[in-house]
Structures are given as C-alpha cells and as structure tokens.
C-alpha cells in the first residue's frame, strides 16, 4: 500500500541560484522584467499567472490568481467590475500581486495603488480576445450566486447567438484595472531557508533598497 507522506514532512531544498544587491540594480521595473522574461524562456508553468489580493474597507481580505496581461508603470489586469474583486477596489482601491515562479525557486511581491485603465485601453486589448472569451464576459454574471451550470451554459448560448456574424462590443461593466507599485519584493529561495530577499520602497519618488531577514 502506497504511504501518503505527512504535510509536516514536506520540503524541498531551494539551492539554484542567488541573489545579491548588486544583481537587482536600481529599477525594481527593468529588473521584474528580467525575471519575468527568464520564466517565460525557461517555460514556466503559467509565468504571468500571479495572486491578487484586495480587501473591503473595513480590512476584510480575499485573493485569488489573474493574469498580467501588460506590465509598464502598472500591472495590468482584466476583469468583470461587478465581480468580487472589481467591488473590493472600489471601496478600497490598494492591492497586493504575488508572482511565484518554482521551477526557478523565485517569488516576487508588489504593493500599490489600483486603478482603472482607460476605456481606449480596454476597448484594444477587448478586440483582441478570442471570440468564445468575449461571449463570456457578456455570459457570466462574475462572483454572483446561480442556480447551476446548465444556467451559465444557457446565458452564453444566449449571446452566443445574439453576436452571431457581429462585431462583439465590450460589456460596459468589463475592463482593465493597473496595480501602480509602491513596494516590490524579490525572492530567491536559498538553502537551509537562508533565503535571499530584497526589497524596494518608493520615497519620494525614489527606491529605497534594502535586504530583509527570511
């Protein structure tokens, strides 16, 4: 009989690679595109796959993973504005992104302000998706409660049939939101969970950089 191994017992030793302040430089933007450009090359499992966390305004959390779909000053993301998450910016318009990359041993957090990209902005990137994916952000009533799946599979037949030999708009109640960075930082497992962790506060419209305990 197979033997299930205990949680507890769950390890792995991180000894690929280091991570120095002299390596990140003075850009934690250029450097964040580094790293990011060496987990697509390496063939990461999802490399822009990364966590968002948002809470209400009373300080209740939630998170859940979205897509970087562009990264300049912000990082930009695109959702349903009704969905949880949509609502949660709006009372509490400051989130956190959460990048883990492990067949690198990499992980990179960012804290910021959110915002809404313009509507331009939504309109191109909106153009460019699949066709089923715009169906579906017209058919989902994202994070609401419904009666089943054959109800949601119903509402994209609906408008499925609805844009049928059409030019699909954008939904108004669909877009893009940026995460502009105030915080950003990298870490690099290292043996023993002597890990390497560097971090970039902005102050005064400079980057303060400095090295963390594990």
């Not at 063939?43 to 990364?50: G, I």
């Not at 305004?57 to 990264?71: N, Q, T, Y």
């Not at 349903?80 to 998450?85: E, F, G, H, P």
Request: contains cysteine; proline residues 6%; glycine residues 4%.
């Amino acid at each position: 009989m197979m033997t299930i191994q205990k949680i507890s017992e769950i390890r792995d030793e991180y000894t690929l690679k280091k991570l120095t302040e002299s390596d990140v430089g003075t850009d934690p933007h250029a450097f964040f595109n580094k790293w990011l450009t060496e987990a697509i090359q390496l063939q990461c499992n999802e490399p822009t796959a990364m966590t968002l966390a948002t809470s209400t305004f009373d300080g209740k959390p939630s998170a859940r993973i979205v897509l970087l779909k562009e990264v300049d000053t912000g990082f930009t993301f695109y959702t349903n504005y009704d969905s949880r998450k949509g609502l949660e910016i709006l009372q509490n318009p400051y989130g956190a992104l959460l990048f883990f990359w492990p067949e690198l041993q990499r992980e990179v957090r960012i804290e910021g302000a959110i915002k809404k990209v313009n509507e331009e902005q939504s309109d191109e990137y909106f153009r460019n998706r699949p066709t089923k994916s715009k169906i579906s952000a017209w058919a989902s009533p994202q994070s609401k409660v419904i009666p089943s799946r054959k109800y949601l599979e119903s509402l994209n037949s609906d408008f499925r049939e609805e844009f049928s030999g059409k030019t699909i708009p954008r939904p108004p109640n669909w877009g893009g939101y940026a995460l502009i960075p105030s915080l950003f930082e990298f870490w690099q497992g290292r043996s023993n969970r002597l890990h390497d962790r560097i971090q970039y506060t902005l102050h005064n419209d400079e980057w303060i950089i400095e090295r963390l305990a594990p």
